[in-house]
């Protein structure tokens, strides 16, 4: 199996993992719900931070201006969006199972999604920034190679809208997984070795026309 190959499988890992999760998650918080609930949020602490990791990854190696905002936006999502996945998963599902079964969910519950959520929210516009910036650094520099990059605004949105549940917030992730994966294979700057130097880059964007 060639490097570009299980670089690419790396990359698009972590989001289609999550959207293979939300296959099993939950659509609502309850007694009954809730151990599933919170497990499944636990390898979240990993997986959503990757997601961000494999988008900052697409400009490795770069000091421009639009590779700095690929990172401070994936950076923003994966600090946000954890905290969410603490907050409203692990903790609230936690509590949930600790009450024990047919007790009225409390208000300390709600307490928890009232700062989960707006917490939530900042991570979800940082990975709805962070997969434009890509796309337009992935148009910019490889034209029609990178225009499906867009996708990736789409199921960001997606996600956005419906976290990691099924149907919406699974496609939505997997659309981040599998553009990331392609956006890897047809980038040949990930994997050399060393940074090239503007004409080479020149070269090689001409090259890919």
Known sequence: MSKRLVLSLVLALPALSLAGA????????????????SSLHFPGLLAFPLVGASLAWLVRGRNDTLAWVVRLTAV??????????????????????????????????????????????????????????????????????????????????????????????VVGMAIIGVVSGYLAWHDPRIFAARRMDPDSERELVGARQ
């Not at 939300?22 to 609930?37: E, I």
């Not at 609230?92 to 009232?114: K, M, N, Q, S």
């Open 22 to 37: 939300g296959f099993f998650h939950p659509h609502g918080l309850t007694y009954d719900t809730s151990q599933q609930w």
């Open 76 to 169: 923003t999502y994966a600090a946000f969006y954890s905290a969410l996945d603490v907050i409203n998963g692990i903790a609230a599902g936690y509590v949930t199972h600790r009450l024990g079964p047919g007790v009225p969910r409390p208000d300390e519950i709600r307490y928890l999604f009232d700062i989960g959520r707006p917490l939530g929210d900042i991570g979800e516009w940082g990975l709805i920034a962070c997969c434009l910036a890509v796309t337009v650094d992935q148009v910019l520099r490889h034209r029609l190679w990178g225009a499906p990059a867009a996708a990736m605004v789409l199921g960001a949105w997606f996600v956005r809208g419906d976290h990691i549940f099924t149907p919406i917030g």
